[in-house]
Structure formats: C-alpha cells, structure tokens
C-alpha cells in the first residue's frame, strides 16, 4: 500500500467549503485515476489520467475537478459538494499496458455534512 | 459493455475448509479479469489477474482463481482458509483498449475460527 499515498485519510466538509484530495504514487506508472467507493455501490470510476492528460472522465459533476500536474501526482479538487457525494475516494496508478494492474491507495473518507 | 455479477453478498467458511468466491463476467472481446481484496478502513490490494494462458491463476496469500470461458466465470479459491481472510473481496473486468476497470458489487467473506 505505500505505493500509493492519499491525504487526507479523513475528510469533513460543509457544502460550501473547498478542499482537495491528493494522491501521490511512488511506483513510476505513467496512468492514474481516480474511483468512488459508496456503501452498498460498485466501485465507480470517475477519471483517468495518462502521462498527465486526462483520458476518461465517467459524467462527473463539474463540482469534482481533477488536476494531473505531473505522473507521480493527482488531485482532485471538491467545491459545493452534496451530502449524497460522502464516501470513500481511491486513487490508483498503472504501468498503462494493455493489462497492466492498477495499485490502489488507502483512500481518503469524504463526509459532507 | 463490460459487466461482473458476484452473486453472493457474503459468504461464510470455518476456519481451515476450503472457500469459494463466485465472480461471472459480460464482456465484449478477451477479457483480462482481477481479484482485489478490502480491509477495513483500507484501499484496494491486488491478489491476482488472468491475462491469457492457464486458466488457473495463482496469486497472492495461497489464493488461486479458475478462468472459465464457457461459463465466463472467474472464481476466486483457496484451499484452505484463515480467519484473517476476513474481508470484503472484489472481481473486476476491462477489455484492451480500455483502461477503466468494472467492478463486481464486491463479495463479504467471514471466516470462522
């Protein structure tokens, strides 16, 4: 798991606050992405990074902003967030082979109050 | 479109008798399939994939998964378990040529001592 770091581990915000996630991956992949973890949901995929441009975005809320400012880094930026958007976000990394293996970070636990 | 069914929420298992974790898959194309495992309060650990080859797939702590193609079935299995198995157990599958990962809604496995 120290591949690929997260912070924070833990989150509270109000609506109207702004904060970020960061995820940062030690292992020289060149894709990151970002994920959702709700309770009782499939983990959701919400963007993919590749050297540093964004490949996939899954119809995210403009409220989640991702920023790649280089393959070792990711952030994901939060602004007027909903009580429904509480949950556990993964970040992972990847080689980015055909079927190369995403590692995957402790997760940051986002709740909106 | 790429899809995973674990049909069993949880799945139960003395200590030292063999467990079962049932994972099918829909996929358009070759399908390169994953086993993750979930701790609590911790990201996602990579146990095993299947590429191509062997359809039996060994991988992490003495865990081993079948690829059935006829019955496009990806079981995850073990020999014998531990209570330290104890843990939320994910399968996922991606197609080449896309990076994102589908996930199973994720199996509980409770191993009794």
């Known amino acids: 798991e120290t591949g690929v770091t997260q912070t924070p581990r833990h989150l509270v915000m109000g609506m109207t606050n702004k904060k970020s996630l960061k995820c940062e991956q030690h292992l020289g992949h060149n894709a990151m992405y970002w994920y959702k973890q709700s309770a009782k949901k499939p983990l959701e995929l919400m963007f993919v990074?590749?050297?540093?441009?964004?490949?996939e975005n899954n119809s995210v809320p403009s409220r989640f902003s991702p920023e790649c400012p280089n393959s070792s880094h990711l952030f994901l930026h939060l602004h007027t967030l909903q009580p429904e958007d509480s949950a556990l976000y993964l970040c992972?990394?990847?080689?980015?082979?055909?079927?190369?293996?995403?590692?995957f970070g402790p997760g940051t636990r986002l709740t909106v109050l | 479109a790429q899809s995973v069914a674990q049909p069993e929420d949880q799945v139960n298992v003395a200590e030292g008798n063999p467990l079962t974790v049932k994972c099918t898959y829909s996929v358009s194309g070759n399908p390169y399939l994953f086993w993750y495992v979930q701790y609590p309060n911790r990201g996602l650990q990579f146990l095993l994939k299947y590429i191509t080859g062997d359809n039996l797939v060994k991988g992490s702590y003495g865990f081993e998964a079948e690829f059935n193609k006829s019955q496009t079935s990806f079981h995850l299995k073990k020999p014998s378990a531990l209570v330290s198995d104890s843990a939320l157990y994910f399968c996922?599958?991606?197609?080449?040529?896309?990076?994102?990962?589908?996930f199973g809604s994720g199996t509980r496995l409770q191993v009794q001592p």
């Open positions: 992972a990394s990847s080689q980015g082979g055909i079927a190369d293996t995403q590692y």
């Open positions: 990074y590749s050297l540093e441009e964004r490949v």
């Open positions: 996922a599958v991606r197609v080449a040529g896309r990076r994102a990962l589908t």
